[in-house]
Structure formats: C-alpha cells, structure tokens
C-alpha cells in the first residue's frame, strides 16, 4: 500500500520523466521516493501533498484569468463573435459599426474574467473527493489525464455556478446592452434575424478558456516538479 501511495504522490513530480524518460524513467523515480527519506511521510501526509498540488495549479489559473485582460488579451482563450453571428460582424463592420462590436467583445472577455474569480472552491470540492483509484486512472492516463479528471468532475457544478455570475458580469459591465445594440443594428440590415443565448455562449467560452489553462499549468508542474509555492508541497516533494 505504501508503494501505491507514494506513486500517487509522484505522479505530478513524474510528469517530467514520462516526456523525457518514458516509463521507465518514471519507474526509477518511484524506487527511489521508496527510501528512509521519504518514510518519514505518513500516508495522510502524500496524499495531501498530491491535493494540494492541484489545488495550487487551479488556483494558478483562475487567477490569473480573473485579472485585467485574462481573456480579452490571450489570443489562445480570447472571447469573440459566436459563428453564428461572424456574418452580422462582417455586415456591422462594413457599415461603420466596428467599435459597436468591438465594444460588444470586450465587454463578454470582461465578463468572463469577472467570473473566473472564486472558482477554486469548486475544484477544491472535486480535489478532495479523489480517491486511490483516481490517482492511479491520472498516473496512468496521458498528458492531460488531471486536467481531464477535474473536467469530469466539476463541469456540471461549474456550469451552474459560473453561468448565474457571468449573467451578473455580463449586466456590470453592459454587455448585455452592447450585445442587445449589435443584434438591434443587424437585423436592421438583415431579413434573417440572429437570435442568440449571450449567456450560454460565454459561460461556455469562460469554461473552455479555463480548462485550457489549467491544462497548461498540468504541463508545466510535469516539466518542472520544483514548483512546490507551499510548506506541505515542500515537505512531500522536497522528501523524493
């Protein structure tokens, strides 16, 4: 048992033999945590650490995409005209109506980082339900298994949650005003009217955008195992 636990706590700490070793280098990793060094660590102790580990890269990310421009200025995650509607863009840009729009997108960035603040209690909730099993499916899983982990666990409750604080954010900073102004000013143009959930399409952009940059901190905690910000993340990993 003591061996299964400690693989559970190496498994972030692992992450950079997997890209750079494969397996096997994983596997020397593991031999060596099975040392007097590492003994000194109860099970409670490990398993913690492990928690801990992504309740620190959650954190990571929604803070930093709740700050100014954690949206609006990443190109990757950036919140912009749904499909659907890139042909009334187009018209609304042709006519002098750019900054409407432009006004229209900045607003639903702002939104959504107004929304990305004081997600980590969700996680949290998640993190502390993982069990043996799941580390194990995460430890053995690819490169993106703990973010894919969290992401089975949390959408349903981030969803409910998330989309009553970006309706509240989308109204602070007037995107619904703006939005409502876009659509009035195309149908003017168009016999074919738009008709769109604002609510429903940031929510779900606020969601992706999150996600995918919890999937670069996973990347970044398996490249560089160092990266141990608290006493207990110094305690379990510092002990390999």
Same mark, same amino acid.
């Given at each position: 048992?003591? @061996?299964? *636990?400690?693989?559970?706590?190496?498994? #972030? +700490?692992?992450?950079?033999?997997?890209?750079?070793?494969?397996?096997?280098?994983?596997?020397?990793?593991?031999? @060596?945590? *099975?040392?007097?060094?590492?003994?000194? #660590? +109860?099970?409670?102790?490990i398993i913690n650490g492990l928690k801990e580990a992504l309740r620190v890269g959650t954190d990571s990310s929604s803070k930093k995409l709740s700050k100014l421009d954690g949206f609006?200025?990443?190109?990757?995650?950036?919140?912009?005209?749904p499909e659907e509607?890139?042909?009334?863009?187009?018209?609304?840009r042709n006519v002098g109506m750019g900054s409407l729009v432009d006004k229209a997108i900045l607003s639903m960035n702002r939104a959504a980082e107004e929304a990305a603040n004081g997600v980590g209690g969700i996680f949290w909730n998640a993190i502390k339900q993982m069990s043996i099993k799941d580390g194990l499916q995460i430890l053995?899983?690819?490169d993106f298994a703990a973010t894919d982990y969290l992401k089975s666990m949390t959408t349903k409750e981030l969803t409910e949650k998330f989309r009553p604080v970006i309706e509240a954010a989308l109204i602070k900073v007037d995107a619904t005003k703006y939005w409502k102004d876009v659509f009035t000013a195309?149908?003017?143009?168009?016999s074919k009217p738009v008709n769109t959930d604002l609510n429903a399409y940031v929510t779900d952009k606020a969601l992706s955008g999150l996600f995918y940059n919890i999937s670069l901190e996973e990347q970044k905690i398996r490249k560089n195992p160092a990266a141990q910000v608290t006493e207990l993340l110094k305690k379990v990993f510092g002990a390999k």
């Open positions: 048992m003591t @061996k299964i *636990i400690v693989v559970l706590a190496l498994f #972030l +700490s692992g992450f950079q033999a997997l890209s750079a070793q494969g397996v096997k280098g994983l596997f020397d990793k593991v031999n @060596k945590a *099975i040392t007097p060094a590492s003994g000194n #660590l +109860s099970n409670d102790d609006f200025g990443d190109a990757a995650i950036k919140i912009l005209m509607a890139k042909k009334m863009e187009r018209t609304l053995r899983g690819g195309y149908n003017n143009f168009s």
